[in-house]
Structure formats: C-alpha cells, structure tokens
C-alpha cells in the first residue's frame, strides 16, 4: 500500500484497483476505486477528502507519461476511524481512443502499470492535529495483462476497427477463407499471439492466390528481369504479396532458419496492415 500525507504525517493509506472500461460519446471513461485505510494515530473524528489528481502510465514522471486528469467522485469524504474496514472512493478519467490504443500498445507481459497521483485534505484529526490540512499521495496500480484484456474486451475496444479496410461481399470459398483467416489473425493480436497472427495473415495470403487464381511468382521474375521498370500496378501489388508472405514464412515454419526470428506487435501489426490491405484490394478488383 501506499500513504496519503499531511506534511511528514501519515493520515491514511491507500490502494487503488482499476473496476471497468466504458464507451462513451467520442471516448472511453475508466472506472478506478481506491481504497482508503484509515492510519491509526489519526483520531476518530477526521474525514479524508480527496479533490482531485492524475493518471501516469509507467512508475512516475520520470519514466512515465500523463494519461489524464482523475476526476474524484468524493462529496462527503470518508471517517478515518482507527480499526474501520478500508472504504472505497470512486474515481475516474477520460481516454480517447488513441490514448487508449497507446496503452494498450506499450502493455508489457506483466500488464499494465500506473501511478495514480491524488490530492485532497485531512479534516478535525484530534488526536494528532499536525496530520491536518491538505496533503497528496501516490498510488501505484498494477493490472495484470488477462485482467486488462478483459477490460478492453468487455469494453468494446477490441471490436473498434483499427485497420479501416472496406470489405466487399467475398466471391469465392477462398477468397473467403482468406477473410475468414484475417479475422481469426486480428483475433490473435488482440490476445498477444503475434506468432499466430503472421502464420494466419500468411495463410490468409495463400488462400488471396489461390482465389484469385494470379501468380505472384511471374511478377517476381519481372523484377528480377529486364521488365523491372515496366511493370504495372497490378504486377507491383502481385510482388507486394510475394514480399509479405515471405515476411511471414517464420510464422508458419518457426525459426527453422535460425535468424531470431520472434514477431512482436510491432511486427504483428505489420503483417496484419499490409495482408488486410491486399485483401482488399483483390476484393474490390473481383467486383469491377
């Protein structure tokens, strides 16, 4: 736990815990609770209120960044009576999509780590008068990673559309499949499976060729020859899936190469961009 300070004086120690993530209007709120237990050299007659504060994602503002203004549902304040079971005040901040999608990005394997900072006052502490006034405190708040997935999932969050691709009807069982199978990779992303998301989005490639019954190996020996320069659009996009299935083949058939090849999201979001883009595209160009 982590203390609430007057000046040198403990009044109050405080643990915080993040309860849900909604979607709002044009933003998502996240719901936080802390929990107030009460120090016991304060009297029994002093109430805690907490005014205001801030969100910090990482440790502090040496190695962290300002997420938002907390915002503290505290109108009354709570007794700090020596030996009362904690008790809980409700707080919370306003993330935009993009902040909320940076979270998410720079989660580690741990979860995610913040430091919630709090400031509020210590009111009629008889027994210890110096604990009284206005003081602040910093709560540190760890989620681990499946309890954060799972607030973003409640949320809705994993069902926003980050890779903003219009899809048309699918025209064949395999360019089918091939859909089918991005959407089972962007489900690996939201999981943290980014081995699984480049061995989907290749399969997904594969399964691109074969519906569109093209050739990616005849726009390779283009490049490769004296058409290089006079290639087409369509031949270029044709080398592009050559590319990015190559890109992916660690996915499919581990690191049998012995290159140290681990897909992270960065590399993960790569694959999945890039092969849902070529979907795509193949669609649309089925549907001209």
């Given amino acids: 736990m982590d203390s609430f300070n007057v000046g040198n004086r403990i009044a ?9 993530i909604e979607r709002g209007i044009g933003c998502y709120r996240m719901d936080l609770s802390i929990q107030v237990h009460p120090e016991q050299r304060v009297n029994d007659s002093a109430t805690l209120h907490l005014h205001a504060g801030t969100v910090i994602l990482g440790r502090s503002y040496n190695d962290g960044d300002h997420i938002g203004d907390l915002q503290i549902d505290d109108y009354e304040g709570v007794e700090l009576e020596s030996g009362r079971y904690p008790q809980d005040i409700d707080a919370h901040t306003s993330l935009s999509p993009q902040q909320l999608q ?21 009111k009629n502490p008889i027994a210890d008068p110096w604990a009284e006034g206005f003081g602040e405190g910093n709560v540190r708040c760890l989620v681990p990673q499946s309890q954060w997935l799972n607030l973003l999932n409640r949320s809705g969050f994993s069902n926003v559309r980050l890779i903003e691709l219009s899809i048309p009807e699918e025209e064949s069982d395999e360019l ?12 690996h992303f939201d999981k943290g499976d980014y081995d699984a998301v ?55 058939h581990g690191d049998e190469d012995n290159i140290g090849a681990t897909y992270t999201r960065r590399n993960a979001r790569t694959a999945l961009v890039v092969t849902a883009g070529l979907i795509s595209s193949a669609l649309e160009k089925e549907q001209e």
Avoid at 12 to 20: G, H, I
Avoid at 176 to 187: D, G, N, T
């Fill in 198 to 252: 480049a061995a989907d989005c290749r399969k997904a490639i594969e399964s691109l060729n074969s519906g569109t019954g093209e050739n990616p190996s005849e726009a390779e020996n283009a490049f490769y020859g004296e058409r290089r320069r006079d290639m087409t659009l369509d031949e270029r996009e044709l080398l592009l899936r050559r590319v990015t299935r190559h890109y992916m083949h660690p996915g499919v």
């Fill in 102 to 122: 940076e979270i998410r990005d720079r989660t580690s394997g741990d979860g995610l780590e913040m430091e919630i900072s709090v400031r509020g006052e210590v």
């Fill in 12 to 20: 109050a120690n405080l643990e915080t815990e993040v309860r849900r």
């Fill in 176 to 187: 089918e499949a091939a859909v089918s199978m991005i959407q089972k990779a962007r489900s």
